[in-house]
């Protein structure tokens, strides 16, 4: 059964300061990563897609990277603001159609001025 | 574009009673999925569709139903509430297989 896993599950830092989130997952038989934000009390914000051929994606200041044979996502945010501060969760597509997606419980980011 | 929708954005049921949760979209997306949010389990898949008329179990699909008559519209029943079904429902869509998901706002239902 896949499983997934963020670490750390909370992260204060400075503004300014570049920062990496990870995530894992138990089976490299996954069709396409994705990255979501989300703000306390309301629904997720698609932030980047991987597709399992890629290897990294690049919105912004956002870059993700994705290693399927390790199982490992990093996403790395450069420069943070307080405006970054939310919850960030990562979620693998295990059904071919990507639609199916399993997630991990997430990293509550803090971002202070 | 409206994007997804959902209604309710609230619900208070008390055990046993059943319900309709509503989920729209106004992209031509073709596929759609239901995901619940508990404090601490993170966000598990109870149902999805890949198209009109075809519909598939996720993780945790018991006491819900769907169905999926057109493209646009993916409701979520709940047959006999529970407390145990309290959470928030999210609804998220894809353009076609692969692509990005996009998520509604949620519906936030207590069962009592």
């Known amino acids: 059964k896949q499983e997934v896993t963020q670490i750390p599950a909370a992260l204060s830092v400075p503004e300014g300061e570049n920062l990496v989130l990870n995530c894992s997952f138990t089976d490299s038989a996954i069709y396409n990563l994705q990255w979501f934000r989300q703000d306390p009390g309301k629904g997720l914000t698609s932030l980047l897609l991987i597709q399992s051929s890629q290897r990294e994606q690049t919105s912004g200041r956002l870059n993700a990277s994705l290693d399927k044979s390790s199982g490992r996502s990093t996403l790395y945010i450069a420069a943070s603001q307080p405006g970054d501060s939310a919850t960030y969760l990562c979620?693998?597509?295990?059904?071919?159609?990507?639609?199916?997606?399993?997630f991990g419980k997430g990293t509550t980011l803090s971002v202070s001025s | 574009n409206a994007g997804v929708t959902q209604t309710p954005k609230f619900q208070v049921l008390k055990t046993g009673q059943s319900m309709t949760l509503q989920c729209a979209q106004d992209m031509n997306h073709e596929y759609m999925s239901w995901y619940r949010q508990d404090p601490g389990m993170g966000l598990r898949l109870i149902h999805y569709s890949v198209g009109a008329g075809i519909t598939d179990q996720g993780e945790v699909p018991n006491g819900y139903n769907v169905s999926r008559s057109t493209t646009e519209d993916f409701p979520l029943r709940l047959l006999s509430a529970a407390p145990s079904q309290t959470s928030v429902y999210f609804c998220a869509s894809s353009y076609s297989e692969g692509n990005e998901q996009f998520f509604g706002p949620g519906t936030r239902l207590t069962v009592l």
């Open positions: 979620a693998v597509g295990v059904d071919q159609a990507g639609t199916a997606l399993i």
